[in-house]
């Protein structure tokens, strides 16, 4: 993934299967990925940025209709970050103040219209590198 960031006093990563839809128009999700058990961040810590990478994919033609996006969820709180202009790069949330401890997941939607896809696409594995 990318460099360390020098300002960040810590960092968690986790990769995961990612999002496969049947349907178009509809977000689905990858699997959830957080801090592993000896990595958690301290209460009170936020993001600073996290370095993404979903360039393992497949799209079969469907390219200009694909939206990627992180979703972080931490308790009731959510936030959605647009990742589709680019399959690896760095989302700088460091003015969002979200909590480190949180549950990260990729999520794609395929289109606008509520339907079946033929040869759909799917993320067949997605990881992130957390800094706070």
Do not use: H, R
């Amino acid at each position: 993934m990318g460099k360390v960031n020098s300002v960040s006093n810590g960092v968690w990563a986790d990769n995961g299967t990612g999002p496969k839809p049947v349907n178009g128009g509809e977000w689905v999700s990858g699997a959830s990925l957080v801090p592993p058990s000896q990595s958690v961040p301290p209460a009170g810590e936020t993001i600073s940025t996290i370095d993404y990478d979903w360039s393992t994919c497949t799209l079969n033609g469907w390219d200009d209709q694909v939206k990627v996006q992180l979703l972080l969820k931490s308790g009731s709180n959510t936030l959605t970050y647009d990742v589709s202009s680019s399959k690896q790069g760095t989302a700088n949330l460091a003015s969002k103040g979200f909590p480190a401890n949180c549950t990260i997941y990729f999520q794609m939607k395929v289109g606008t219209i509520e339907t079946g896809l033929y040869e759909p696409p799917y993320i067949t594995e997605d990881q992130i590198q957390v800094y706070y």
